[in-house]
């Protein structure tokens, strides 16, 4: 039994399917079925005893991911299961609901376009709380549905309220392509620690080669390392100058200019090496250059790590000033305060309404910084537990509570050290741990829950609200010393309603933006659908106008915008779409026979959906909720044969 990979499940039929699926494999990995707190408190056993990764499935995989600190694989739904799932309940009955809790459960809305035929009706509703399900249930049989499609916890619940239910299921291909990428995870990490091993005895034992040119580019002196490098280029190196040695070098340009050069990338032999080079100066003439190499395979693997795991964490800030799109006199007035407020490292707090861009000033005023080099570190002060929340801002040391990691971990403010740390939605911290804060950032010390040693920190601290904090400290929410220390420096971005004529430019910065990621060109929006635009009240700001924009785009086919295409998106987000919005027209295939088979209906969507993209096969895929691999595998194992121009 290999107990490295640990598989917990939410109900037995999943259970079964994996359980197959690793017989058929020859693997054995310990298989549980449980869910949420019960999953977690296993998860954190079998972690301790040391599971490296874990296979789970929908709500319990999400519950899990923000609570242990290995990786976890998901067990995916895909279009089909949505389809099949859809067309079994549709069998049942001609209106039917679909309700889930996770994000891919999205799935279900596209695949509802190609399963709803003509006088069928299909609902998609994805919940926040499982607690919501059986008020939900209720609610739509009360409007006539008493079919529902969903996980276990929905169709358990169906069928205990006495209505028919059909279950999400998973394939054959899903699990064994979890248990694929398991194994894969599996050999990374161990190639990975092996790999480490190797580079820090590299770089600890001064891995680079060194040596000195003269004004001829003649080399006069050098260490082992830059022998061993450049032997494998020319064995008579020695004898050599280094215009024959690298005649493409930018090295070259340091000895005629005196210009330093950095990471210029050279082969010598077969490898490619890295060079930097700073002139020698004498009186203000070029005497020479101190050249120091290092072959590029050897750090490589180290950046590439090293910038993925920074990336994954949201320790590197990508965005500017620039991608703040608008040129009114409210963001305009923004956008000064931002680089006013760079040049210094006073605490910021960034007011504004959801979706107004607050984290995009925080990265905007880190990357105007001196601290521009440095971590950018940000973390959701709503989205923790109070207790996950202060390991993660102050970490924790080996043993501190139940599950911590053995070595320990550092929290954000020494991640942050020497840059940014970045406090989003800052009012929801809770009362104890405030006066914790006050202190880290009076003292600018941190001490590991469970340590008595202070770690010295220096950081930049910027904080983010939608919350009204001088009323929060008046209700005795806030602590009145914590406020005034975060509130130095104080930027109130504006709601689209301040805005308005920014409305324009941020809708056809969209159209750009969500045509290139579906693979189409980029349509124009007509005077009319952009006059509406700026009519809505877009209660959830910028975020809310680039939803629409994308519902709109697809619900035209990426070939037009006009207001018969908003209208319709505002009719399916919620919204109200007046007397004379569109109804929603019969499919296209809704007098063709009904399908026999489920190859059959799969087949007829994937080129159903090649069609309308034009024989784009990306776009196709991405219209399909899968990938562009997965979209070939199928038509292949139904033996069907699809070709483009």
């Not at 999943?14 to 020859?26: F, G, H, S, Y």
């Not at 101190?290 to 395979?297: G, L, M």
């Not at 608008?326 to 407020?341: L, R, V």
């Not at 680039?546 to 987000?573: H, T």
């Amino acid at each position: 039994m290999d107990n490295r990979v640990v598989i917990i499940l939410p109900n037995h039929v999943l259970v079964k399917t994996v359980e197959d699926a690793l017989a058929r494999m020859d693997l054995e990995f310990p298989i549980y079925q449980m869910q949420t707190e019960e999953a977690l408190e296993l998860a954190r056993e079998k972690i301790n005893r040391g599971a490296q990764l874990i296979i789970s499935r929908g709500m319990t995989a999400d519950y899990l991911r923000t609570r242990v600190n290995i990786p976890i694989l998901e067990i995916k739904y895909d279009f089909f299961h949505f389809a099949n799932s859809m067309r079994k309940a549709l069998d049942i009955s001609s209106e039917i609901a679909v309700i889930g809790f996770i994000e891919q459960f999205r799935l279900a809305e596209r695949a509802r376009v190609f399963v709803e035929r003509e006088n069928e009706h299909i609902q998609v509703h994805i919940l926040s709380d499982k607690g919501c399900v059986e008020e939900k249930i209720i609610q739509l049989a009360q409007q006539g549905i008493h079919t529902f499609v969903g996980g276990f916890l929905v169709v358990e619940t169906s069928r205990k309220l006495g209505f028919s239910a059909v279950l999400v299921e998973t394939d054959n291909k899903a699990v064994e392509e979890a248990i694929h990428e398991a194994l894969y995870e599996l050999r990374i990490t161990v190639e990975r620690e092996e790999r480490f091993g190797l580079i820090n005895s590299i770089l600890n034992s001064a891995s680079n080669g060194i040596f000195a040119v003269n004004a001829k580019g003649n080399i006069t002196v050098h260490n082992p390392i830059a022998q061993a490098i450049m032997q494998k280029g020319d064995p008579a190196w020695l004898e050599k100058p280094i215009q024959e040695l690298m005649p493409k070098s930018m090295l070259l340009h340091t000895l005629e200019t005196g210009c330093s050069i950095h990471d210029d990338l050279v082969n010598i032999g077969d490898s490619i090496v890295a060079v930097n080079s700073e002139p020698i100066l004498v009186e203000g003439k070029i005497r020479g250059a101190v050249v120091t190499i290092q072959e590029a395979r050897k750090i490589q693997k180290l950046d590439y790590k090293i910038r993925k795991k920074l990336m994954l964490k949201g320790h590197i800030a990508v965005k500017t000033l620039d991608d703040i799109i608008g040129d009114s006199a409210a963001i305009n007035e923004c956008k000064n305060k931002a680089k006013s407020y760079a040049k210094v490292d006073s605490t910021v707090l960034i007011l504004g309404e959801t979706g107004t861009g607050k984290e995009l000033f925080a990265q905007s005023i880190h990357n105007l910084s001196r601290r521009v080099d440095r971590p950018f570190v940000a973390v959701n002060c709503a989205a923790l537990s109070p207790s996950l929340l202060e390991s993660e801002l102050f970490g924790y040391v080996k043993g501190a509570f139940t599950g911590a990691r053995n070595e320990g971990k550092a929290g954000i403010f020494e991640l942050a050290h020497t840059g940014t740390i970045f406090l989003d939605e800052v009012g929801e911290i809770p009362l104890e741990l405030q006066s914790r804060l006050l202190r880290v950032i009076q003292e600018k010390q941190v001490t590991r829950i469970g340590d008595d040693r202070v770690i010295p920190v220096d950081v930049r601290i910027l904080t983010a609200t939608n919350r009204n904090l001088a009323r929060e400290v008046a209700q005795k929410n806030f602590r009145e010393d914590l406020y005034y220390r975060l509130n130095v420096l104080e930027l109130r971005l504006p709601s689209l309603v301040r805005r308005r004529e920014d409305i324009s430019m941020l809708v056809e910065h969209f159209v750009r933006q969500k045509c290139a990621e579906a693979g189409f060109a980029p349509v124009d929006a007509d005077d009319g659908v952009l006059s509406l635009f700026r009519q809505l009240p877009l209660k959830g700001n910028i975020r809310e106008l680039a939803n629409l924009v994308e519902r709109a785009l697809v619900i035209g086919e990426f070939a037009v915008l006009d207001e018969s295409c908003l209208r319709q998106a505002l009719y399916e987000g919620g919204g109200d779409p007046g007397d004379n919005a569109p109804q929603a027209q019969a499919d296209a295939h809704a007098a063709q026979t009904r399908m026999q088979t489920v190859a059959d209906m799969e087949l007829e969507m994937i080129v159903s959906a090649i069609e309308k993209c034009g024989g784009n096969k990306s776009a196709a895929a991405r219209m399909l909720g899968m990938s562009q691999s997965t979209l070939w595998r199928r038509l292949r194992d139904m033996n069907k044969q699809y070709h483009y121009e």
